[in-house]
């Protein structure tokens, strides 16, 4: 079942710059950084009341971090939704009708297991569900 906004992903070009911003919007100066290279990633974090807000740039320009980039520029790039049952949710929603970008869970920043919606399905917000990795039926 979807429960919460876990994070909210946001496209950069670069992450020095980016944080630096960051800083002097919010005064974070403690982000979690990590790269994902599954996902072509490197993402500086930090969490607001509960909500996270993940800085996201491409390891490289052929990724879709990257190719968004290119098309889109800089600015919101996702919005994720924290499950304890990804894959019900899954089917429940392709049973709907929703389009998957994946149809099998896979590793995300965080130690989660993510999937994204097809924002073809999703009114054009990009969407993820994501849920804990250590979560008993992902072994
Ligand atoms: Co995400």
Do not use: W
């Not at 509960?50 to 980039?69: Q, S």
């Amino acid at each position: 079942m979807i429960q919460a906004i876990d994070h909210i992903g946001i496209a950069v070009r670069d992450l020095d710059a980016s944080m630096q911003l960051y800083g002097t919007l919010f005064g974070v100066s403690d982000f979690h950084r990590e790269e994902v290279t599954d996902q072509g990633v490197a993402i500086a974090s930090f969490t607001l009341n509960g909500v996270r807000l993940e800085l996201t740039a491409p390891l490289h320009d052929d990724t879709p971090i990257g190719k968004f980039l290119a098309s889109r520029g800089e600015g919101i790039h996702h919005v994720a939704f924290r499950t304890d049952a990804i894959d019900a949710d899954l089917q429940r929603l392709q049973d709907s009708g929703i389009r998957l970008i994946n149809e099998r869970p896979q590793p995300g920043a965080h130690d989660m297991l993510i999937a994204f919606l097809h924002p073809k399905s999703t009114g054009s917000v990009l969407m993820e569900l994501c849920t804990p990795a250590n979560d008993a039926s992902h072994p």
